[in-house]
Structure formats: structure tokens, C-alpha cells
């Protein structure tokens, strides 16, 4: 008998398991009722979306400086493009919006810097942008140094300062949230009792309260002569609120990892410190992604209650728009404006999150 002890080459697969045909097959029509549900579905569908998308672009207007160039049933997109730089940059000096414009290139630039794996000098590429470029951001901002003139915080608005507040409350919370949920599992009594009366304090406390708060009673209890920048106090109350929810997604992360990483650490002779910065934080944190990026979400979404002091946020500032007696009855396209940007820049925090998931999705 002949034994044939050579590989066979490996074949393709059939062609009705393979390609769009096979999938649609297997995931919307493999029976009966998925056939039935996936039908109703796509008719769901059209009904909704065939007059939408009939509204925002088939019959929508687009160019234009006045409502008087809204002469179609549709959708009035004038009404954006004849207040965008305002949307944008608030009541910001029109000559002076090239320093906004310089700070966002610069911060997109090093964000896309450490995004992207290849390139090389993260650690000094974040150490400039914890540490440098904030500096460099208020300089070209608020001004009054090296010639430029100086524009108030009262007049920053718009989408500018939905990612100030959006951008410093991340920044910021991150870390505090960090320190106090490992404070809150500490064996000291009065560190762990501190940690945790901060963390339900502003826990129970509504944002919308702390704001008020803020802007209201804080400068009942400042010295005579003593005025705190209101973005200042927004930005504290922002922080402070946002890391009592942190500390707890961090807490969560912890207890998940066994003790048996942090014992085994501190047989290596390894400090307190050591074992939580080498060992214990990086596995915690990896593993809590979904839910610092959640929280990050609800942060810049939460960014719209400033309103209630009277900073104009992105949401404010089409709200102040739309009370302009020249564009009564535009609601609909600034809150579908204002939506889509807001959706944007959750969404992409989102796909980010899950690609940081799957790239350090290395074991456990």
C-alpha cells in the first residue's frame, strides 16, 4: 500500500458561504422570521429616512447671507453659514479668530502625534502637551503678552469653549479621580474617610448645582478685592464633579485586578508606589477604557449646563443666535447643527476608545 505523506494545498472556500450574497443570507435572511424582521425594517427605514434626507439635502438651501434666501421647503442651511464663525469662536475679536485657529492646529497636530503608533518621541510629544501647549493656548487665547492684544474670557464662546472646558475637565479629572480612588482603598482611616466623603459629596450633588454654586456663592467667601475668572470657577466645578465619577470607574478597575499581582510585586521587595505605577495601575486602566471614555463622553456633553452662568457654549451660543429677531424660526436647523457636532466628536472619542481596546487586548 502506497501511504501519500505530502500536504494537500489548502482549497477555497465554496463561493455560497463567501462574499455580500452569503453574509446578507446568513445574518438578515436565514429563516422565515429573520426575513420577515429584516423587511420590516429596511420599510421602517425608508419611511424615516426618505423625507429626511428630502429636508436636509434634496430641498434644503444652502447658500445665502439672509433668510431671505430660504425660499424651498426644506431644510435653511443659511442660517448656519451666515453664523458659523460665531458658532465657532463665540463673540471672539473676528481679526483676532487666527490665534483660536493656531491653537487648534497645534492641538490637533499632537493628539494625531501620540493616536498614531509609528511615530517616534511620544513620551516627549505628551510631556509638551500636558505641560507646554496649555501654556502656549492661553498665551495666543486670552493675550496681553508679546504684543497680542487681550481678549476676556467673557467673550470666548462657541465651540472654542465647549472643548476648553471639555478639554481641561479630562485633563484634569483623569488624574484626581486616579488619586482619590486610591485613597479610597487605603488602610489609612482618615485618608480613606476623606477620599470617600469628597467622592459622594460631589456624587450627589447635580452639576447644573455645583455650577450655580460656583459662579454664585464662591465669591461671597473670597476677599474683599479678590474676583476668580468665571471659566475659572466652571472649570473647577467641572473638574471636581467629573472626578468623583472618575474615582469610581478607577475603583472599579482595581478591585478587578487579583491580589495576587500587587502580593507578588511587593515579594519582589517593590513599594507601594512601584507596585500601583508599574503593575497594578496599567492592567487596571487597560481594562477600564470603556469606562473612562464613557465618562469623557458625559463630560463633554455636560459642557452645556455652563449656560446657566452665563458662558456661551456651542449650545448657547446658537440658542443666542436664534433669538435674533431676523431668524425666528430656524430652531430645527441650529439644534440639528449643534446635535451633529456634539455627535462628532462623541462618536469619534468612541471608535478611538474601541481601537485602544483592541490593540492592548493582549491577555490577562
Not at 167 to 179: E, F, K, N, R, T
Not at 304 to 315: E, H, Q, R, S
Request: glycine share 8%; with cysteine; proline share 5%.
Amino acid at each position: 500500500m502506497i501511504h501519500n505523506r505530502e500536504m494537500l494545498p489548502s482549497q477555497p472556500a465554496p463561493r455560497r458561504s463567501i462574499g455580500p450574497f452569503a453574509w446578507l443570507k446568513a445574518n438578515l435572511f436565514s429563516g422565515p422570521v429573520n426575513t420577515l424582521v429584516t423587511l420590516a425594517g429596511l420599510y421602517l427605514l425608508y419611511w424615516l429616512l426618505t423625507p429626511t434626507i428630502q429636508w436636509a439635502f434634496i430641498e434644503a438651501d444652502w447658500q445665502g447671507a439672509s433668510p431671505d434666501d430660504c425660499t424651498s421647503a426644506g431644510a435653511c442651511w443659511v442660517f448656519v453659514n451666515a453664523r458659523l464663525d460665531q458658532f465657532i469662536y463665540g463673540l471672539y475679536p473676528s481679526e483676532e479668530t487666527w490665534r483660536i485657529n493656531i491653537v487648534f492646529a497645534l492641538f490637533t497636530a499632537l493628539i494625531a502625534w501620540l493616536a498614531i503608533p509609528r511615530l517616534p518621541y511620544k513620551r516627549w510629544i505628551a510631556i509638551i502637551t500636558l505641560f507646554v501647549f496649555p501654556v502656549i493656548a492661553y498665551v495666543l487665547m486670552h493675550g496681553g503678552y508679546f504684543g497680542l492684544p487681550r481678549v476676556s474670557t467673557q467673550r470666548w464662546g462657541g465651540l472654542t469653549l465647549t472643548l476648553v472646558l471639555a478639554v481641561v475637565g479630562m485633563v484634569a479629572a483623569l488624574p484626581i479621580g486616579v488619586i482619590l480612588a486610591l485613597g479610597r482603598r487605603s488602610t489609612m482611616p482618615i485618608i480613606r474617610s476623606v477620599c470617600v466623603i469628597f467622592i459622594e459629596f460631589w456624587r450627589g450633588a447635580p452639576l447644573i448645582t455645583i455650577l450655580f454654586m460656583a459662579s454664585v456663592m464662591l465669591p461671597l467667601f473670597m476677599p474683599t478685592g479678590v474676583d476668580i475668572d468665571r471659566l475659572i470657577r466652571a472649570l473647577v466645578g467641572i473638574t471636581l464633579f467629573q472626578s468623583a465619577y472618575m474615582a469610581e470607574v478607577v475603583r472599579g478597575g482595581l478591585q478587578a485586578i487579583p491580589n495576587g499581582q500587587d502580593e507578588a510585586a511587593a515579594a519582589l521587595g517593590m513599594s507601594y508606589w512601584k507596585r500601583m505605577g508599574l503593575i497594578v495601575l496599567p492592567q487596571a486602566l487597560k481594562m477600564m477604557i470603556p469606562g473612562i471614555v464613557n465618562t469623557f463622553i458625559s463630560l463633554f456633553k455636560d459642557t452645556t449646563l455652563v449656560m446657566i452662568i452665563g458662558l456661551f457654549d456651542l449650545l448657547g451660543i446658537v440658542q443666542a443666535a436664534l433669538s435674533d429677531s431676523r431668524w425666528l424660526g430656524f430652531d430645527v436647523e441650529g439644534y440639528v447643527f449643534t446635535a451633529f457636532v456634539f455627535w462628532i466628536f462623541c462618536f469619534s472619542m468612541s471608535r478611538y476608545s474601541q481601537y485602544l481596546e483592541r490593540r492592548l487586548h493582549t491577555g490577562h
